[in-house]
């Protein structure tokens, strides 16, 4: 079984623990008086870093929001009072990738940096990645941080990276066939965009060398259909990561693939609570991330409220590995789910309901009002030489039959719904609630 890190993966839980506290204290001595930010939050609390003596006392520290890291941001212009260092110590910024609203930017130092490559050391070694392959980065290379980091994995595990900015799809295709890719990253959405852009020019997806597919930025390739249908597309076998601008890659899927992603344990803290009350959930429990990174005293976030839903295990896995996973993954946004005449939707649930067609290309899911009640409204594009009639009352029932809520589903003509690179948003609100912008 490939590790990244044997010993610290394979650890006691009880070793992990104190090892995670150690690195804790090492980052509070380093960054206390020092990040404006964080002294000033805890000194509002009346909470003195240096006592912190243990988990329980840790557990006292306030949690961390985006909103308070936008506000530093605006503080301290351009890179905000969590910039722990002086600007020259940063030898890198990257900004979100929302599309709205201001950007939050984050520096790294040459040692985060370093420690960012080591965390996709993790994602790639559990995927089986080696010396001997040749990653293609399905990637724009702008300033969201995305696959960048990828880069410095790749380099530590000694695989070749081939970047492949700049290009549209069918170049990229040509090039992965060209220069033997055998690991291709990119999000879930955009695998099956490749897909749909191999079946149209009649390009042999399968005929090339790709194995293995390593995913981020959305939750696809745990959700049991998407992930499945990538699979057979590309025939080859598909790993999910997560991962964020403000926290770092955080978690990635091994071998065994036993239905989650492993938290890196020895470089970040979770914690799940309960979204409305911050109260930490009893384990096994679906709950919101609220996560600690250790290795990032440049620009560190320190109970910091991901918003994304998850279930932890701490059970030891067939790999060997005793870090705790995600069961199912990211399972979706805490501020995602919506209420629907009594029944609780989540756009994960409807993803895996529609990704079981594979003569649906694309979707759209809006949630309007109609004479006060809450409505589901689907689009779809099919695939041309498909009864799209047909196809449309399948959805329509299976949506029906799965959450027992009666969508309208419609036909959008081919290529009218957006196809995403990065960060699809499939999923609106125009019920007078706000949107939900990960990321
Ligand atoms: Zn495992």
């Known amino acids: 079984m490939p590790f990244y890190d044997q010993a610290n993966e394979t650890a006691p839980r009880e070793r992990l623990r104190t090892l995670q506290f150690h690195k804790l204290q090492r980052l509070i001595l380093e960054i206390s008086g020092r990040n404006r930010f964080y002294t000033r939050k805890w000194d509002d609390a009346g909470i003195v870093a240096l006592d912190i003596q243990s988990f329980s006392d840790f ?17 301290a212009p351009p890179f905000g009072t969590n910039a722990t260092f002086a600007v020259d110590a ?3 910024v ?12 984050v520096v790294d130092t040459p040692e985060s940096w370093e420690w960012w490559g080591d965390c996709w050391g993790h994602v790639m070694k559990a995927a089986a990645v080696t010396a001997a392959d ?3 980065l399905a990637f724009s290379f702008g300033p969201f941080i995305g696959f960048w980091a990828t880069v410095e994995g790749a380099r530590k595990i000694g695989a070749m990276v081939i970047p492949g900015g700049g290009w549209d799809s069918i170049q990229r295709l040509h090039m992965m066939r060209d220069l033997g890719a055998t690991v291709v990253c990119c999000t879930p959405t955009y695998a099956l965009r490749l897909a749909e852009v191999a079946r149209e020019e009649h390009f042999d997806l399968r005929a090339m060398q790709v194995r293995t597919l390593i995913h981020a930025g959305e939750p696809g390739a745990n959700v ?6 990538i699979e057979k597309e590309w025939n080859a076998k598909c790993f999910d990561h997560a991962g964020a601008s403000e926290v770092g890659a955080h978690s990635f899927e091994c071998e065994v693939q036993p239905g989650g992603i492993h938290l890196i344990e020895s470089e970040f803290i979770a914690e799940v609570v309960e979204p409305q009350t911050g109260r930490e959930v009893p384990t096994g429990e679906i709950g919101e991330l609220v996560i600690t990174n250790l290795g990032r005293a440049g620009f560190p976030v320190i109970r910091y409220r991901t918003g994304d839903l998850v279930r932890l295990n701490p059970a030891p896995c067939a790999c060997g590995r005793t870090f705790a996973r995600f069961d199912g993954g990211l399972l979706g946004r805490s501020d995602d789910k919506v209420t629907i005449r009594g029944v609780n939707v989540y756009p994960m649930a409807i993803e895996n309901i529609i990704r079981q067609f594979g003569s649906v290309d694309e979707f759209q899911v809006t949630v309007t009002r109609r004479r006060e009640m809450q409505h589901l409204e689907v689009q779809i594009e099919v695939v041309s030489g498909n009864d799209a009639d047909r196809i ?7 949506i029906y039959r799965a959450l027992a809520l009666r969508p309208t589903v419609k ?3 081919p290529g009218a719904l957006s196809h995403f690179e990065m960060k699809a948003r499939r999923f609106r609100r125009l019920d007078g609630a706000s949107e939900n912008q990960p990321g």
Not at 224 to 229: I, L, N, P, Q
């Open 392 to 398: 449309r009352a399948d959805v329509e029932q299976a």
């Open 90 to 92: 940063y030898t890198r």
């Open 59 to 75: 557990q006292k520290l306030p949690f961390t929001y985006k909103s308070e890291l936008m506000c530093a941001q605006e503080e």
């Open 94 to 105: 990257h900004q979100t990738s929302g599309t709205t609203g201001t950007p939050l930017r």
């Open 224 to 229: 049991a259909r998407t992930k499945s249908r």
């Open 411 to 413: 036909v959008a003509k």
């Open 134 to 136: 040749r990653v293609f």
